[in-house]
């Protein structure tokens, strides 16, 4: 809903507004893709084979949420990704529990062990060699922008039902969540799930692992330095496998270029206060596909919220984003226009 058909269609209903009172300022192109949730596998090539087609000067795109209706932002920049799969694998076959176990080793067990390793318990650093050396750490500017977000520490747990955060030692909530390289398990996999109980020793054990990247990293070098630390940490009782699915590389949009001045200034002209620039930590791997393969930059003018459970069973976007999202963009092209006419002189 939010994530992203609804945003989509509120360009298209933007557009529809646009030209039926004449106001459309300069030549629009629309590319609509679905398959961004499943790495946008055909993507890169689609891109790389229409270039001149595709040419443009800004890419307008609404992927993205803002802090809340009455406070606007525009995401500046993403976070990158890296997503393995990884199996480990004990005996030929499944084993009962109470004749092997306790000899045979458990790939359940060592996976978790495994998983356990690469995050320290206290600082909750990633314990990857080599993992932070491209990291680049916020200007103090960026810093001062940041705090200028809202953020009430009760609302947030109270929204979440937990009762406390833990995220990496020495930042805040909202650089953890945004600013900060991460590693989380999205699933793993094992042995007997079915109802009742069964002794198994399970032969293989698998998990789905996600690294969030910032600026300066790579995937694919954060994947092989992955790969490498994983298998160093199984014992020589397992065999690992680890599989690279997909990538994409973080991005960040500068502030002081004409294409976020002509979306802040649209968003000032409906929501009457300026934007907070802001950065998520979701990706959106096209951002920097765009980057690389064309040479432009990405405006990410977004209109959801976080309570809209993208990516939850109740998914929703809500009727006053959306209406406010149509009453907005028609003022990025009218600004965008004019500023840069005024640049041509």
Known sequence: ACDDKGQMYMHVKAFEYMMKNNALACN???????????????????????????????????????????????????????????????????????????AVANPINALCEMIASLIDPKTRKITIPGFYDDVADLTPEEKKLMSEIPFEMEEYKQELKIKNTRGEEGYTVIEQASTRPTLDVNGIKGGYIGEGA?????????????????????????????????????????????????????????????????????????????????????????????????????????????????????????????LKGIETIPGFYKYYAQLKKAQKG
């Open 198 to 322: 069964k002794t198994v020793l399970p032969s293989k054990a698998s998990a789905k692992i996600s690294m969030r990247l910032v600026p300066n990293q790579k995937s694919e070098k954060i994947a092989n330095l992955f790969a490498d630390y994983f298998k160093s940490l199984a014992p020589d009782s397992v065999q690992v496998k680890v599989d690279f699915h997909h990538g994409g590389d973080p991005v960040v949009v500068p502030i002081d270029c004409d294409e976020y001045r002509a979306a802040a200034m649209a968003y000032e002209e409906t929501f009457n206060r300026k934007p907070i620039p802001t950065r998520a930590g979701g990706s959106i791997p096209i951002v920097k596909l765009f980057e690389e393969e064309l040479g432009i930059k990405s405006i990410m003018m977004g209109f959801g919220l976080d309570s809209d459970l993208i990516h939850s069973p109740n998914e929703n976007f809500g009727i006053f984003n959306f």
């Open 28 to 102: 629009v192109k629309f590319m609509i893709e679905g398959e961004e949730e499943v790495g946008s596998v055909n993507l890169g090539g689609f891109i790389k084979n229409n270039k001149e087609r595709l040419k443009c000067d800004v890419v307008l795109l609404s992927d993205t949420s803002m802090i809340s209706n009455e406070i606007p932002s525009v995401t500046v920049g993403l976070r990158g990704l890296a997503y393995v799969e990884v199996e480990v694998t004990g005996p030929s076959h499944d084993l009962h529990s109470g004749t092997y176990g306790g």
